[in-house]
């Protein structure tokens, strides 16, 4: 499994709208594909910048997704200027049940 970090340094005023649009496609889209297990979107207001933190089969099946599917994706999300991480995940902890 890999995490797909997206930075979105859109600024104070964009915040929001960036969350909205991130849930919307989300919910439309990604979601629905069987190499994706889950999101978590993470907002810093003291400089504007939102995260999504997307864990996936692998690297390439997010690329492979995002490309198959610009044309809906672009519209949406471009205009926030994305910037894309691709993590391995080294290790992982989990809190006491």
């Known amino acids: 499994m890999e995490v797909v970090l997206v930075e979105f340094p859109v600024g104070e005023d964009a915040v929001d709208d960036c969350v909205a649009a991130l849930k919307q496609i989300t919910k439309d889209l990604?979601?629905?594909?069987?190499?994706?297990f889950g999101n978590t979107i993470c907002i810093e207001r003291?400089?504007?910048t939102v995260?999504?933190?997307?864990?996936?089969?692998?690297a390439d099946a997010f690329v492979k997704f995002r490309d198959s599917n610009h044309d809906?994706?672009?519209p949406v999300l471009c205009?926030?200027?994305p910037k894309p991480h691709m993590l391995e995940i080294a290790g992982e902890y989990k809190g006491a049940d």
Do not use: D, H, L
């Open 46 to 48: 003291a400089t504007g």
């Open 30 to 36: 990604v979601m629905k594909q069987p190499e994706f």
């Open 79 to 81: 205009k926030f200027n």
């Open 72 to 74: 809906q994706i672009g």
């Open 51 to 58: 995260f999504n933190a997307m864990r996936w089969e692998s």
